[in-house]
């Protein structure tokens, strides 16, 4: 790759994640041209009714004037699946940011696949694929030659996955974190305000930190598919969610809570990487433990071999979040291939 | 918890030369002994104990001793103490109805101490929840007390929140 270079791009997904990415990337474009030497030319974006396919380059500003554009565009194809047309398309780069089944990674996985497939760079922001199928996936990107990426996966913007780069001369041994902002924000409100988790789940979902449905984020599930992620990526493991041994934090009562805080403890749903184990489950943590944060912020703590503790600390989720975890991998991608 | 025993000569600063490499190295000092009754040759025997970050014991001990060698402290002594074997933990459900006094015996019988209890209930047989700070064996390790828990949890139909 040289200078001036152009990177043809396409978006699977348009949805809050999908349009938050767009925005940044018209908003980053020049910023990237003049830094890292490359422009981004977006050639695909592909709905569930149809995609929008311009070899030209598709306008970005044309589009986010008005999302209707895109279905108004003379190039928009109807009823078209971006699992038939992936690897008819002349791009570097697939970023997937579908809404997927948290059981089968579907549709995200064959989106994934058959971009491998294509020897097609890959960035994802779903989960699913990565902890149901992660072996399958790196073993098909090496095999392939093709780099994947999935940072905004896990705790969003936070270098959850990108500081293994940095800790390249250490040892990690051991991970503890708060993946889930709504468990936290929901254990939160119980501890200092006494109430219920029923009533405290209630606040969740009126405020918006919880789905109408929280069953996955409740049960643990989803802090266990993002254990699964980091664990596979930091310690080197290949592990899927169903090696982790999950507790959710519907059965804390307020008793509880009470009971912790005689100890100085507060309780706090970890998901723990250790010894070969993968656990997501409420824990007592001391007060004054780094681990004792409050609302849905998410944290990292790993444990190091010669640097003792090291912690993240940030925003688990959000459009804007995780958009710009994609366009980090994105650039990373671009450096990685030569770009620079 | 690190103990180590060394003789520093009876002048002022030779202790502060002593604590150098050990706080310099990130060692948690609890306390320091002079034993100046056992003085010998205007050597003094000294007890210090310190707490250092477990992932790091190996790589600072090191150091602390390489030290204290540059400094020429005579070190007779240097022992790692073992962890305290104490573990808190909740349990929620009908922590009464399923017999508390049964769980203590059977934590009991695997020489699982119970060293404090606190309880909260409304009705007796309601859901209630205990908070428990037990004693287990140096030769038990977490993973095998949580298991052995969580055995009469599963029975029992209790939660379990560990520390």
Same mark, same amino acid.
């Given at each position: 790759?040289?200078?001036?270079?152009?990177?043809?791009?396409?978006?699977?997904?348009?949805?809050?994640?999908?349009?938050?990415?767009?925005?940044?990337?018209?908003?980053?474009?020049?910023?990237?041209?003049?830094?890292?030497?490359?422009?981004?030319?977006?050639?695909?974006?592909?709905?569930?009714?149809?995609?929008?396919?311009?070899?030209?380059?598709?306008?970005?500003?044309?589009?986010?004037?008005?999302?209707?554009?895109?279905?108004?565009?003379?190039?928009?194809?109807?009823?078209?699946?971006?699992?038939?047309?992936?690897?008819?398309?002349?791009?570097?780069?697939?970023?997937?940011?579908?809404?997927?089944?948290?059981?089968?990674?579907?549709?995200?996985?064959?989106?994934?696949?058959?971009?491998?497939?294509?020897?097609?760079?890959?960035?994802?922001?779903?989960?699913?694929?990565?902890?149901?199928?992660?072996?399958?996936?790196?073993?098909?990107?090496?095999?392939?030659?093709?780099?994947?990426?999935?940072?905004?996966?896990?705790?969003?913007?936070?270098?959850?996955?990108?500081?293994?780069?940095?800790?390249?001369?250490?040892?990690?041994?051991?991970?503890?974190a708060i993946l889930n902002g709504t468990n936290n924000y929901i254990l939160s409100r119980m501890t200092?305000?006494?109430?219920?988790f029923?009533?405290a789940l209630?606040e969740a979902q009126?405020?918006?930190y919880a789905e109408?449905?929280p069953t996955l984020d409740i049960s643990g599930y989803d802090a266990a598919g993002k254990l699964?992620?980091?664990?596979?990526?930091?310690?080197?493991?290949?592990?899927?969610?169903?090696?982790?041994?999950i507790k959710g934090i519907t059965k804390i009562?307020?008793?509880?809570?009470?009971?912790?805080?005689?100890?100085?403890?507060v309780i706090k749903h970890l998901a723990?990487?250790?010894?070969?184990?993968?656990?997501v489950e409420p824990r007592?943590v001391?007060?004054?433990?780094?681990l004792?944060i409050q609302g849905t912020i998410n944290l990292?703590?790993?444990?190091?071999?010669?640097?003792?503790?090291?912690?993240?600390?940030?925003?688990g989720a959000?459009?804007?979040?995780?958009?710009?975890?994609?366009?980090?991998?994105?650039?990373?991608?671009?450096?990685?291939?030569?770009?620079? | 918890?690190?103990?180590?025993?060394?003789?520093?000569?009876?002048?002022?600063?030779?202790?502060?030369?002593?604590?150098?490499?050990?706080?310099?190295?990130?060692?948690?000092?609890?306390?320091?002994?002079?034993?100046?009754?056992?003085?010998?040759?205007?050597?003094?025997?000294?007890?210090?104990?310190?707490?250092?970050?477990?992932?790091?014991?190996?790589?600072?001990?090191?150091?602390?001793?390489?030290?204290? @060698?540059? #400094?020429?402290?005579?070190?007779?002594? *240097?022992?790692?103490?073992? &962890?305290? +074997?104490? /573990?808190?933990? %909740?349990?929620?459900?009908?922590?009464?109805?399923?017999?508390?006094?049964?769980?203590?015996?059977?934590?009991?019988?695997?020489?699982?101490?119970?060293?404090?209890?606190?309880?909260?209930?409304?009705?007796?047989?309601?859901?209630?929840?205990?908070?428990?700070?037990?004693?287990?064996?140096?030769? @038990?390790? #977490?993973?095998?007390?949580?298991?052995? *828990?969580?055995?009469?949890? &599963?029975? +029992?139909? /209790?939660?379990? %929140?560990?520390?």
């Open positions: 790759m040289c200078e001036d270079m152009e990177v043809k791009i396409c978006l699977i997904g348009m949805g809050n994640v999908g349009t938050c990415f767009l925005q940044l990337l018209k908003e980053k474009q020049d910023n990237i041209r003049v830094n890292f030497n490359f422009n981004c030319k977006l050639v695909a974006i592909f709905e569930h009714d149809g995609a929008l396919i311009d070899n030209d380059g598709i306008d970005l500003d044309n589009l986010l004037d008005d999302n209707t554009n895109l279905r108004k565009n003379q190039h928009w194809k109807s009823n078209v699946k971006a699992q038939d047309l992936i690897s008819t398309l002349n791009i570097d780069i697939c970023i997937e940011t579908t809404p997927t089944n948290p059981n089968t990674g579907e549709p995200a996985l064959t989106h994934i696949i058959e971009a491998l497939n294509k020897k097609i760079d890959v960035i994802s922001s779903n989960k699913a694929p990565f902890y149901l199928h992660y072996k399958k996936i790196q073993d098909l990107a090496k095999k392939m030659n093709s780099l994947v990426k999935f940072e905004a996966t896990v705790a969003s913007c936070v270098p959850a996955i990108s500081i293994k780069k940095s800790l390249i001369g250490n040892t990690i041994s051991r991970i503890s200092t305000e006494g109430i219920s029923s009533v209630k009126e405020l918006g109408t449905d699964v992620i980091i664990s596979n990526e930091l310690l080197g493991w290949s592990k899927s969610i169903e090696d982790v041994k009562t307020p008793h509880a809570l009470e009971l912790a805080k005689l100890d100085d403890y723990i990487a250790e010894g070969n184990n993968l656990i007592l001391k007060r004054d433990s780094p004792n990292i703590e790993l444990q190091t071999k010669y640097a003792g503790s090291i912690i993240l600390i940030g925003k959000g459009g804007f979040e995780a958009a710009s975890a994609i366009l980090n991998d994105l650039i990373n991608i671009v450096q990685k291939r030569g770009g620079l | 918890m690190i103990y180590l025993e060394v003789k520093l000569p009876d002048i002022p600063g030779s202790l502060i030369e002593l604590i150098k490499p050990v706080s310099q190295n990130g060692g948690n000092i609890h306390g320091i002994l002079h034993h100046h009754d056992k003085k010998i040759n205007n050597m003094i025997p000294v007890n210090i104990w310190f707490e250092l970050s477990e992932e790091l014991i190996e790589i600072s001990l090191k150091n602390i001793k390489k030290g204290l @060698m540059e #400094k020429n402290i005579q070190l007779i002594k *240097i022992s790692v103490g073992s &962890k305290n +074997k104490i /573990l808190t933990f %909740i349990l929620t459900g009908h922590v009464f109805d399923t017999d508390i006094t049964e769980t203590i015996k059977r934590l009991d019988s695997r020489n699982i101490k119970v060293l404090e209890l606190h309880a909260k209930f409304t009705e007796i047989d309601e859901i209630s929840s205990v908070i428990m700070k037990v004693e287990f064996p140096e030769d @038990m390790t #977490k993973f095998e007390l949580t298991n052995e *828990i969580e055995k009469i949890c &599963k029975e +029992k139909n /209790l939660f379990l %929140i560990r520390s």
